[in-house]
């Protein structure tokens, strides 16, 4: 039966469904990423995005008008948008219901309208759009809207199409970015785009989803949807292998071994090129995915994991998890409450300052140089605008410096300072905590805000930034074979140095980052290193640089050993 209008119950109940296919889904999309860090996370971020809005989705009941609708999928994407990728997704939300608040239903043409304009505002809100990414996989979409006006009335048809472009052109991401590509996988954001896109069309085609929204307990504004049982857990057994093919795969061939795979599973990510294909494929029957692979060549690196043992495991973990983070919430009111009554006795300042940090060493240093109100997040959890906002509202001050200190949380930064109607907000384009720290350093008190702004966005470029961590999972990037468990000495931009010795690779990361030009090596160890282990290293890059002044500072930041800087 043909669907020629779509009113706002239905469309309400289509974005909880989409929301709730990408919250099931993005430990998946979190492992797409392409560096193998162990605090990948665009599930995650475009998640707590759209559960921001599925909240307030929820909140209206069930016979919502199109207007109301349009308004809680808008306000609350926006200040719940965490990550670069929950930004963009959270602009293509905004300017997805600008197309459609004005009508009481939609159909084939207002639902084309709404996505040129969902896909205008996205691209706007990135400076420098990088084709290969979310952007790109949305514009598909639209395009192929574009295509349909005139061929049918039939939203069900319509949608499917749409939603079928959008996904072979998500294909066609590593061969627009060729990191994706030597990584074996598609970009994380366009799939968690198609992972919603997907949830949605399942509740207009009837399938019956769980709506239910419940908050999470922790008064952050965060929300999720009720917990998936194992019985939910359609296809048990997460496949991946590799196909070292015969001859090079047509495009009909590919795109019909994807049908078959789709026909026996999901999370389906197919990444080939001429001699060799990645597979990815959640399925009950992983005997049938490899069966058919093996007509198109010999078959390596397969790996097999019972999905519904790993989620009692996950399960206990998220239950410990929830229990630390409440701790931590609680804590973190305790301290903003007591913050703002100190801030609230003082009279107003003429300049003040906001900086996200992560670990009690770095908070210190923050505070030292004259931070107002640090945001607690980085690397393992960026801040949502609605965070930004509430930082915004506490410091009593006429110009406040937001320091992102990371590049995933600036297009958050911003959006907090285009929301904020009563102060002028300077967004420093901090993309590490030495770039943040430097920054502050470079503040003049008898300057304006605007000459700061300038002086202090300079001064960045005078930073090199190297982060040591380990590997998640094996994998290939910029011909560097990572092995999980590595350490690896990650660059502003790259991967530096790999290997098994946490020391060497260590000397390594930081032999690329100095010139003739360095006169400061600043090092920040983290949580889980001694402070005589931080010394001694500190000791040993005196001696290999003398032309160097090193400083050693307790950073205490989880995930990452060392947090290192060259000026």
Not at 114 to 132: D, F, I, R, S
Not at 294 to 313: A, C, P, V, W
Not at 410 to 436: R, Y
Not at 446 to 461: G, H, P
């Amino acid at each position: 039966m043909a669907v020629t209008t779509i009113d706002a119950p239905m469309l309400a109940k289509m974005f909880l469904a989409g929301a709730k296919n990408l919250e099931s889904k993005k430990e998946w999309i979190n492992e797409l990423n392409v560096f193998p860090v162990p605090d990948g996370d665009t599930g995650t971020n475009m998640t707590m995005t759209i559960m921001s809005a599925a909240a307030e989705v929820s909140s209206l009941g069930e016979s919502p008008d199109m207007a109301s609708l349009a308004k809680a999928i808008s306000s609350g994407s926006l200040r719940g948008a965490r990550g670069n990728s929950g930004v963009i997704l959270s602009q293509l939300f905004r300017g997805f219901t600008k197309g459609i608040s004005k009508y009481d239903v939609i159909d084939t043409v207002i639902l084309c309208d709404a996505l040129q304009k969902a896909v205008e505002t996205a691209y706007k809100a990135v400076m420098k759009p990088k084709e290969g990414t979310i952007l790109t996989v949305a514009k598909g979409g639209a395009d192929k809207a574009l295509e349909l006006i005139g061929e049918t009335d039939d939203l069900t048809v319509f949608i499917d199409e749409v939603i079928q472009h959008a996904d072979y052109i998500l294909s066609q991401t590593p061969e627009m970015l060729p990191v994706l590509k030597q990584a074996g996988v598609v970009d994380s954001g366009g799939q968690g785009l198609i992972t919603v896109l997907k949830g949605a069309y399942d509740a207009l085609m009837g399938k019956e989803v769980d709506y239910t929204i419940e908050a999470s307990g922790t008064g952050s504004g965060v929300v999720k949807i009720s917990q998936q049982t194992e019985q939910d857990i359609k296809f048990g057994y997460c496949t991946e292998f590799i196909i070292v093919l015969q001859k090079p795969l047509e495009e009909k061939e590919e795109m019909d071994f994807k049908a078959y795979l789709e026909s026996i599973g999901d999370s389906i990510v197919v990444v080939a090129d001429d001699e060799i294909t990645k597979v990815h494929v959640h399925t009950n029957d992983p005997g049938l995915a490899i069966q058919r692979a093996l007509e198109y060549g010999s078959l390596s690196k397969i790996k097999i994991d019972n999905m519904r043992e790993e989620h009692q495991e996950k399960l206990i973990k998220d239950a410990e998890k929830a229990a630390e983070e409440q701790k931590k919430a609680d804590e973190k009111k305790r301290s903003e409450k007591d913050a703002l009554a100190e801030a609230q006795k003082a009279p107003k300042k003429a300049m003040g300052f906001i900086s996200v940090s992560i670990g009690e060493g770095i908070n210190e240093i923050f505070k030292g140089l004259g931070v107002d109100y640090i945001i607690a997040g980085g690397q393992t959890m960026n801040p949502s605008t609605e965070d930004m906002l509430n930082a915004i509202e506490e410091v009593n001050a006429d110009n406040i410096f937001i320091l992102p200190n990371n590049k995933n949380i600036i297009l958050a930064a911003n959006q907090a300072a285009s929301l904020n109607e009563d102060k002028n907000i300077f967004v420093i384009p901090t993309k590490t905590v030495p770039q943040g720290i430097t920054a502050l350093i470079n503040f003049m008190p008898d300057s304006s805000a605007e000459e700061n702004a300038a002086r202090m966005t300079e001064e960045l470029a005078n930073v090199k930034t190297g982060q040591v961590t380990y590997a998640v999972r094996d994998t290939l990037i910029e011909d560097k074979a990572i092995k999980q468990g590595d350490y690896m000495g990650m660059g502003d931009s790259s991967i530096l140095s790999v290997g098994k010795d946490m020391d060497a690779v260590i000397k390594e990361m930081i032999s690329q980052l100095v010139d003739e030009d360095s006169a400061i090596i600043s090092i920040y160890y983290g949580e889980e290193i001694e402070e005589s282990a931080a010394e001694k290293l500190g000791s040993e890059l005196e001696e290999a640089y003398p032309d160097c002044e090193v400083e050693v500072h307790f950073g205490g930041q989880p995930i990452y050993y060392y947090v290192m800087s060259v000026e």
